[in-house]
């Protein structure tokens, strides 16, 4: 059973970086047939997607967040992260990583991490 | 952008009745590239319907997608009690890959 588990500082302050990773097990994250994306979600609203990478690496991000996010793979050890910077009270959310299958469903969120709570306070 | 609108907001329902949710895009969704989620409170979503009208793996039947276009339709046939939670739809044909704002369907 494919799983997936996000990592990372719980806390960041204003005009840092966010920097979260995503391991993923039970699967491989080389298959051609994924993409591997992290969306988020603000306490009490709805769901924002933020990007996707492939495990070459090529990378396709929401143009509103474009300019501050970078994403990257990590093959040998099954991971992907995502870095958010400049980060402000508005990046406070439950972010999430999850696997984008293309292989049956063209592009839906098919298996979803638990989701780690970033708060960006001083 | 493609903007999604979910209604109603809120759906009040009880147990046993059928549920229809609404998903209207601002542009066409070719290839019915679209996804409806269920999250209950303190989880991850979970897919449930992708391409409009398939269920994914272990989803039960009394959960039906349809539609085409800029309307999409998710029909629960009879409310379970794990069924009055909050439901999202996704586009996943242009980036960026939008949500609706979600229905909360409540006892």
């Known amino acids: 059973q494919l799983q997936l588990q996000e990592s990372g500082p719980g806390l960041v302050k204003p005009w840092e970086t966010l920097s979260l990773t995503c391991t993923v097990s039970g699967g491989s994250i080389s298959s051609s047939s994924y993409y591997w994306g992290w969306i988020r979600q603000p306490p009490g609203k709805g769901l924002e997607w933020i990007g996707s990478i492939y495990y070459s690496g090529s990378t396709f991000y929401n143009p509103s967040l474009q300019s501050r996010v970078t994403m990257s793979v990590d093959t040998s050890k099954k991971q992907f992260s995502l870095k958010l910077s400049s980060v402000t009270a508005a990046d406070t959310a439950v972010y999430y990583c999850?696997?984008?299958?293309?292989?049956?469903?063209?592009?839906?969120?098919?298996?979803w991490g638990q989701g780690t709570l970033v708060t960006v306070s001083s | 952008e493609i903007v999604l609108t979910q209604s109603p907001g809120t759906l009040s329902l009880s147990p046993g009745e059928r549920a229809t949710l609404s998903c209207r895009a601002s542009?066409?969704?070719?290839?019915?590239?679209l996804a409806w989620y269920r999250q209950k409170p303190g989880q991850a979503p979970r897919l449930l319907i992708y391409g409009a009208s398939s269920r994914a793996t272990g989803i039960p039947d009394r959960f039906s997608g349809s539609g085409s276009g800029t309307d999409f339709t998710l029909t629960i046939s009879r409310l379970e009690p794990e069924d009055f939670v909050v439901y999202y739809c996704q586009q996943y044909v242009n980036s960026p890959h939008t949500f609706g704002q979600g229905t909360k369907v409540e006892i």
């Open positions: 999850a696997r984008q299958d293309y292989f049956v469903s063209s592009g839906s969120l098919d298996y």
């Open positions: 542009q066409t969704i070719s290839s019915n590239y």
